[in-house]
């Protein structure tokens, strides 16, 4: 499983990388600090693992992996070229999910690239990219077929699909929410590998004060987004990037006395991976 970590510039997404797969990858308080993307794998913690090898004498256990993707954040303007934003865009296509991490916090250290803290807008002008990029792959893809649908039947019925998406994707809708029940049609959606059709769990970067009851009482943040993530169909998860990037320091024992004392039962990267498996599924 490939998941791709996006976002605007300075919201964490760096600081959540390095926390998921101690990684070192460079975070710093300005945009683009992120150009190449960096990748860490992660195996998925499961104590059945060890029960079942004590069971059987397994020599060698091994663990499901995840492998993690820091693509640089995305800006205004990114499937135009804005800050290298189509080398970014081509980096998600590889992903088989998308973990949009979301600013859902306060820090006057921290610039924010639209100079105030606003989660649904941040996720908007996110979509919006993914969206005009998958227009510009889509209209290549209805201007080959064009020609071929003269004396083709199926390139007319791929062709009827394509018009019928394009206009989905321009009313600012995401592929995901495209339905048809059409095998072909159904077959050549997957084929088109399109930003907007895979998964998104949106990661609630929060401040450490709103851990403990999970973001309940962030209401103009955490919840704006649970609500939003309901109606698309996505999952959300709370962390605090900071909090995280602590804990990947700490033995397990320290962890655990940590969390505790946090009133957390789990970290940020166990919650993840828990969601992906079961949202991915």
């Known amino acids: 499983m490939k998941l791709g970590i996006v976002g605007l510039p300075n919201v964490g997404k760096s600081t959540l990388f390095n926390s998921l ?9 300005y945009p683009f600090c992120t150009i190449d993307p960096n990748v860490g794998v992660v195996t998925v913690p499961d104590k059945r693992l060890d029960v079942l090898g004590e069971m059987y004498h397994t020599k060698k256990i091994i663990p499901a992996a995840i492998e993690f993707v820091d693509i640089a954040g995305l800006v205004k303007g990114a499937s135009k070229g804005e800050g290298l934003g189509n080398q970014f865009l081509a980096n998600i296509r590889e992903v088989d999910a998308i973990v949009h991490v979301v600013r859902c916090f306060e820090n006057t250290n921290i610039v924010h690239v639209d100079g105030s803290i606003d989660p649904l807008r941040d996720i908007e002008t996110i979509n919006l990219e993914l969206i005009f990029s998958d227009l510009e792959v889509l209209e290549r893809r209805i201007s080959k077929t064009v020609k071929l649908s003269r004396n083709d039947k199926m390139a007319a019925k791929e062709l009827d699909l394509q018009n019928r998406l394009k206009a989905h994707l321009e009313e600012n809708k995401m592929a995901k929410s495209f339905v048809t029940e059409d095998e072909d049609e159904q077959a050549w959606l997957a084929e088109y590998n399109l930003l907007t059709a895979k998964p998104v769990i ?18 103009g943040g955490v919840q704006a987004v649970r609500e939003y993530a309901k109606e698309e169909d996505c999952e959300v998860f709370v962390v605090c990037a900071e ?39």
């Open 21 to 29: 797969t101690k990684a070192g990858a460079e975070s710093a308080n």
């Open 202 to 219: 949106f990661a609630a970067n929060v401040s450490e004060d709103d851990l403990a009851d999970d973001g309940v009482n962030n209401a």
């Open 243 to 281: 909090i995280e990037e602590e804990i990947s320091q700490l033995d397990d024992d320290e962890k655990s006395m940590f969390l505790e004392d946090l009133g957390l039962e789990e970290s940020g990267l166990e919650k993840l991976i828990k969601q992906a498996i079961i949202f991915l599924d």
